[in-house]
């Protein structure tokens, strides 16, 4: 059996709370960090949400605070079949200002379903002439992540080129908790399968966002320098398949 769900409805975006919120984590002195760049521009036209953040956020200390500037979670979060399989596609289009031509990680735009319950990230990173599928277990802060006797915290990035820079690509991303594997789509061909995942996701929720992806150094964050990313997103879809 096969259903169908669409996470869009950007029109509500400035009702956080209602269908997309901001993302960002707890911290332990109760404060909260909160992925949003103070002059983002926002539009939402024909069903795409826009958004062009010129980049001022770092954190020295956290280097997942660091990375995402601006985010939104999806309120609801997408349950993972027992034994089936669960998709997400959309359409991303990534263009950037003052990044470092051939540097991805410089400044890019995002998917990332995130399981809070895990620490587990899918992810797709799109930039300027080059994008990443990504496959992660993350120390995120407050998530307490299983135990194991294998590597616990991980992130593999795998790099490509064979895409449409600059302009709208379709991202897709697969997963069957039955047969513990991951399959990454870009317009319509596979381009990574990654089988045996150790982990079991439980549920996604669905993170759009700007980045960036560079190391906090011993004097702290050199993400920023002046570089602004534009990002636009078609609404998600997802396939349920038991």
Known sequence: MEKQQVFGD????????????IGGFPLP?????????????????????????PLSRSNDQIQILDNAKHMYYSVEQVEVPEEGEVSFELQIRARSQNTAPGDLYDGYVSLNLLDFSTGAALDFFAGNDKYASVYAVLPFPGVQVPQSDKTRYFCVFKEDTNFKAREFNTYKITYHRGN???????NGEE????????IKFNRFTIALGIMTEKDLTPEGSVSVHGQTVIGEWSPVTVTYKD
């Open 10 to 21: 950007f029109h509500t975006i400035l009702s956080e709370g209602e269908v997309w919120k």
């Open 191 to 198: 381009v990574r399968r990654e089988k045996g995942v150790p």
């Open 180 to 186: 513990d594997e991951v399959v990454f789509y870009v």
């Open 29 to 53: 002195d109760g404060t909260f960090w909160s992925y949003r760049e103070p002059d983002a521009v926002v539009i939402v036209r024909n069903g795409i949400l826009y958004v062009r953040a």
